[in-house]
């Protein structure tokens, strides 16, 4: 029952975000759409992606975008308003998404999926969190993507910092 009202919840405020015009209200309803799927992501045993997703995207993401949204809301006196022009053509494109995706799980045989037969036994058995195992084979057996990612990661820092300051003409 909680996995269905947190989806809920995460469509309802994602659709707010997308329709509303104001753009401080659409950084809020995106932060109550990306706790609502960290919240279904707890309720799926998938512990290290929620907390990734609340460090990541709810810590570091949203706190920019609002922080960006509040500090730039008031140029000369008009509150910062989105135009949205093409709100036809996003609803039926989003109309069009949502029929394929209801025909696709409509058609789609779950009794034949061999993950679906797992539901009603102990999903992590033996062990409790799957943080641990994650870290093991991050620093083990990933180690260099995952610094080659943390290199790209600072590359875009700085570039986004060099592009950011102001630019003096000599």
């Not at 990541?56 to 920019?64: H, K, S």
């Amino acid at each position: 029952m909680l996995f269905y009202i947190f989806a809920v919840l995460a469509i309802l405020s994602g659709g707010y975000m997308v329709l509303t015009r104001n753009l401080l209200y659409a950084g809020f309803s995106l932060l109550l759409t990306l706790l609502s799927v960290a919240a279904i992501y707890v309720l799926l045993f998938a512990d290290f992606v929620a907390v990734t997703q609340l460090m990541v995207y709810v810590g570091g993401v949203l706190v920019l975008i609002l922080f960006g949204i509040m500090l730039s809301t008031r140029v000369h006196d008009k509150s910062v308003m989105s135009e949205n022009v093409n709100r036809g053509w996003g609803m039926t494109v989003a109309l069009l998404t949502l029929i394929g995706l209801g025909y696709t799980i409509w058609q789609t045989n779950f009794s034949s999926l061999s993950w679906m037969q797992l539901a009603n036994t102990d999903v992590l058995g033996e062990q409790k969190s799957t943080v641990q195992s994650i870290g093991i084979k991050l620093m083990t057996d990933f180690v260099l993507p995952f610094e080659v990612t943390s290199l790209l990661l600072l590359i875009a820092l700085i570039g986004a910092a060099y592009i950011a300051t102001d630019k003096q003409k000599a």
